[in-house]
């Protein structure tokens, strides 16, 4: 029976890959990831670094594995494994099920009674909390918040019932970020948060600040990149 394999990539700077990554990219005989286009460009990126050629390097397959295609892909990624295949799952940027898909995956292969193993490595949340400046002996993730505004409003609310006094940790994507500060605002006050945008990457940046100065940056200059918001929330 084979191993699946959780494997962190880098989330910008690909320096940040660790080496027990790239042996096991480099060895496994499939490779489960959103993108089989970004995938196959950090193979080939890997390769450089390693001083492999393409014709020396091992060619693991690419399978196609993301939020509308994980059902019907996890039973043939199962039998494969059992079929004695190490396969690694990737996501596209950081470490897989972490607001990405994999975490049905990982609960069939223990189900299964498959071996799993996790490579740890790159995580937006970890580098954005350490960059905050903001408590980091308790913090809550919360992904992304919800679509729908009600949805969302009622989370923002219950951030304010929380029993301790907590980090609170967002990701949003560019196109409603301002959104998710207005309805932060209007729930929580113009308090003081830390955005995070590009970590790792030549355009990092990081912003501490009310609500207000970041709204007022970000409706005159296009938010671009992935974000990750942060704040204090709780009793």
């Known amino acids: 029976m084979g191993i699946l394999y959780i494997v962190a990539t880098p989330i910008g700077?690909?320096?940040?890959?660790?080496?027990?990554?790239?042996?096991?990219?480099?060895?496994?005989?499939?490779?489960?990831?959103e993108d089989t286009r970004k995938?196959?460009?950090?193979?080939?990126?890997?390769?450089?670094?390693?001083?492999k050629s393409a014709d020396n390097a091992k060619k693991p397959a690419?399978?196609?594995?993301?939020?509308?295609?994980?059902?019907?892909r996890i039973p043939e990624i199962i039998n494969a494994l059992k079929n004695g295949l190490n396969i690694a799952l990737v996501s596209d940027a950081g470490t897989p099920t972490i607001s990405d898909p994999g975490f049905k995956l990982v609960r069939e292969c223990i189900r299964e009674g498959?071996?799993?193993d996790s490579l740890?490595?790159?995580?937006s949340v970890t580098a954005a909390i350490t960059l905050s400046g903001l408590?980091?002996?308790?913090?809550?993730?919360?992904?992304f918040p919800p679509q729908k505004p009600g949805h969302r409003k009622t989370l923002f609310e219950n951030l304010t019932k929380l029993p301790i006094k907590t980090t609170i940790v967002l990701f949003e994507s560019p196109h409603h970020l301002i959104r998710t500060l207005e309805g932060l605002k209007e729930v929580l006050g113009d308090i003081n948060i830390v955005i995070c945008r590009?970590?790792?990457?030549?355009?990092?940046?990081v912003r501490r600040e009310n609500i207000s100065k970041s709204l007022e940056h970000f409706e005159k200059t296009n938010p671009k990149g992935e974000f990750v918001i942060l704040f204090n929330s709780g009793a």
Do not use: W
Not at 13 to 33: E, F, M, S
Not at 62 to 72: A, P, R, T, V
Not at 198 to 205: D, G, M, S
């Open 13 to 33: 700077n690909l320096q940040d890959i660790t080496l027990r990554a790239i042996k096991v990219l480099g060895n496994v005989d499939a490779i489960a990831c």
């Open 39 to 51: 995938t196959g460009f950090l193979l080939s990126q890997i390769n450089s670094m390693s001083k």
């Open 62 to 72: 690419l399978i196609s594995y993301y939020e509308h295609n994980e059902l019907q």
């Open 114 to 116: 498959i071996k799993i």
């Open 120 to 123: 740890p490595g790159a995580s």
């Open 135 to 143: 408590p980091t002996d308790k913090f809550l993730f919360m992904g």
């Open 198 to 205: 590009e970590l790792t990457k030549i355009f990092q940046e």
